[in-house]
């Protein structure tokens, strides 16, 4: 069965500085791949999806992904993290049927 | 225009009682879907329609009833309802283009809470 796995429940970077964020898939097919973020108390919102093609994928507010086949991963990466980025970050794989199933999350906390 | 809305917002009520949430869809999609995130922010989706018909049931209780009166609209009813029904319902809409996977749109979700 297909599952997401993000192994960071909580990641503190200071603002400026990189960040990657960790998630790996397990899928029989092709995978359709998504990174979410949520802010407290917000919907979800896409930063950026992986369909084909290119395996670095760039999204909004600079954050990019790089999905590797081989590691069955889909990290996300922000060059330069702004206090503003604090917020709850979720990947997902697209499924059968077209659900998403998510991983359970990555809180990012920024400090200053 | 939202283009995927949710009513109420907030949703306070008492242990078993009956309550409905309502998702409508302004972009012309023809699948919609619900997603409950729990209080440890797991998402994870219960039921998915494809033009008013059914096309996933994630073995959610059978106090669930999710309703599609048109394809723009999918609600989501809830009877006897329980503590553990406490939690955050997504509604979120796609369009199937003959592609493998669909993008889907969230709703800005509604936060109910059993007491």
């Known amino acids: 069965a297909q599952s997401v796995t993000q192994p960071d429940i909580h990641i503190t970077v200071s603002e400026g500085a990189s960040l990657e964020l960790r998630c790996n898939y397990s899928y029989g097919a092709t995978p359709y791949l998504f990174w979410y973020v949520q802010s407290p108390g917000q919907g979800l919102q896409l930063l950026l999806k992986y369909f084909s093609g290119d395996t670095l994928v760039q999204g909004i507010k600079g954050f990019e992904a790089e999905f590797k086949r081989s590691q069955s991963s889909f990290n996300l990466r922000k060059p330069s993290v702004h206090w503003s980025d604090a917020a709850e970050y979720f990947c997902?794989?697209?499924?059968?049927?077209?659900?998403?199933?998510f991983g359970a999350g990555t809180i990012l906390r920024v400090k200053s | 225009d939202t283009a995927v809305s949710q009513t109420p917002k907030y949703l306070v009520t008492q242990m078993g009682n009956d309550k409905s949430i309502k998702c409508e869809q302004n972009l012309g999609h023809d699948t919609m879907y619900w997603y409950k995130q729990d209080s440890k922010k797991f998402l994870k989706i219960m039921f998915s329609?494809?033009?008013?018909?059914?096309?996933i049931n994630e073995t959610v209780p059978n106090r669930f009833s999710p309703k599609s009166p048109d394809k723009a609209h999918l609600n989501l009813h809830i009877n006897s309802l329980e503590l553990g029904d406490s939690a955050v319902y997504f509604c979120?809409?796609?369009?199937?283009?003959?592609?493998?996977?669909?993008?889907?749109?969230f709703g800005p979700g509604t936060r109910l809470t059993v007491l």
């Open positions: 979120a809409s796609s369009q199937p283009d003959g592609s493998s996977y669909n993008e889907q749109f």
């Open positions: 329609y494809n033009n008013k018909e059914l096309i």
């Open positions: 997902a794989v697209g499924a059968w049927g077209n659900k998403l199933v």
